[in-house]
């Protein structure tokens, strides 16, 4: 008698917290469009560092460790964006005058040896 | 389109991606761990699913200004 009634209370367990998530990713619209997935991202990079701050922090009081404190990351200033697209132009602003450079520099080696020959 | 328009496209589209793919992982572990006695299955399975979707919004966001919609209009005889 014990067991199917624990093989459906397991079940009804299992159910419900699978159709918890479900109902939580269809309230979230987490599958839904690209905007509002950009948003719950936005979300959740608000919540989630304090919750986990906060969480940190209970532990420690709880029990008595201490976390050492990291220091703050390095926050650079580098915008790969605009850095990059500014490279891609000037490669291949050197890449179109590449062949008349070479002529040029060529011929001014040539009248250096010339020069140094005679 | 503009740079700026193109760059916040691609923005949409990482963001999106990653939570499509994190969302199915998610869904498919649920999943594999309840019903499906632990197998890889359900995982995998979740996570496609999510790629599948955030590629999907990512080709559509990216051929959306270039797409033309138009509707059949039936022939009216006078």
Known sequence: MVSPVWSMMRFLI????????VYLVYDQEL???SN?????????EEVVPPAMYQFSQYVCEQTGLKIPQLPAPPKFNFHIRESWNSGIMTVMSALSVAPSKACEYTKEGWEYLKERIK | MSESELGRKWDRCLADTVVKIGTGFGLGLVFSLTFFK?????????SGMGLGMALSNCQHDFQA???LHGK?????KQ
Do not use: C, N, T
């Open chain 1, 31 to 33: 599958l839904g469009s």
């Open chain 2, 72 to 76: 059949y209009v039936k022939e009216q």
């Open chain 2, 65 to 67: 200004p270039y797409l």
């Open chain 1, 36 to 44: 509002k997935s950009q948003a719950a991202l936005q979300r959740a």
């Open chain 2, 38 to 46: 632990r197998r890889m299955w359900p995982i995998a399975f979740g």
């Open chain 1, 14 to 21: 299992k159910g419900s917290v699978a159709g918890g998530v």
